[in-house]
T-cell receptor, first 113, second 114 residues
Framework: DTAVSQTPKYLVTQMGNDKSIKCEQN?????MYWYKQDSKKFLKIMFS???????INETVPNRFSPKSPDKAHLNLHINSLELGDSAVYFC????????????FGPGTRLTVT | AQSVTQPDIHITVSEGASLELRCNYS??????LFWYVQSPGQGLQLLLK??????LVQGIKGFEAEFKRSQSSFNLRKPSVHWSDAAEYFC????????????FGAGTRLAVHP
């Protein structure tokens, strides 16, 4: 029943490792996003995909690579993790042509030690 | 450039009291405006949105917000706060269209005293 789901919910890893976060939406939306929420709760867009095509790519280090195998899935792969990557990562989706409201997943708390 | 300001970082109210959370935005055209709520350890839930029409919009959980173009504001209100409303509240602005990024304010943390 979950509209936007993310796995895992928690991820603890060491510096230098590579990790992935997965996101799936069952709302039939054609646009998906990744946001990063830092320790001060500030939310910032990282990427957006529309129908598997990258449309927004904010100034994010190229260690972060999103991949969209189909329009219901948007994964985030992070190489060579750094301490500053510790944050909560939210996936969201929306439907093109609507008023733009986005539906968010529960978040993945990434802790890099 | 688009931006959102939430002047109040932290607000404390008593249960049953009224609430107003402030939001000011900067955007060149008519914005799409949103309020989201984030309970501890949870994702963001959409409370309400404005994109055209009536400037007073009703949302879920008894919340409402009023769009005032002259003041570039979109303040969130609730007449009587419940203890379960304690959470982080985010105002956001989005460009027109369905696949644009949302620009979020820094959030306002609401605490509710019994």
């Amino acid at each position: 029943d979950t509209a936007v789901s993310q796995t895992p919910k928690y991820l603890v890893t060491q510096m230098g490792n590579d990790k992935s976060i997965k996101c799936e939406q069952n709302l039939g939306h054609d646009t998906m996003y990744w946001y990063k929420q830092d320790s001060k709760k500030f939310l910032k867009i990282m990427f957006s995909y529309n129908n598997k095509e990258l449309i927004i790519n904010e100034t994010v280090p190229n260690r972060f690579s999103p991949k969209s195998p189909d329009k219901a899935h948007l994964n985030l792969h992070i190489n060579s993790l750094e301490l500053g990557d510790s944050a909560v990562y939210f996936c969201a989706s929306s439907q093109e042509g609507t008023s733009g409201e986005q539906y968010f997943g529960p978040g993945t708390r990434l802790t890099v030690t | 450039a688009q931006s959102v300001t939430q002047p109040d970082i932290h607000i404390t109210v008593s249960e049953g009291a009224s609430l107003e959370l402030r939001c000011n935005y900067s955007y060149g055209a008519t914005p799409y405006l949103f309020w989201y709520v984030q309970s501890p350890g949870q994702g963001l839930q959409l409370l309400l949105k404005y994109f055209s029409g009536d400037t007073l919009v009703q949302g879920i959980k008894g919340f409402e917000a009023e769009f005032k173009r002259s003041q570039s504001s979109f303040n969130l209100r609730k007449p009587s706060v419940h203890w379960s409303d304690a959470a982080e509240y985010f105002c956001a602005v989005g460009a027109t269209g369905g696949y644009n990024k949302l620009i979020f304010g820094a959030g306002t943390r609401l605490a509710v005293h019994p």
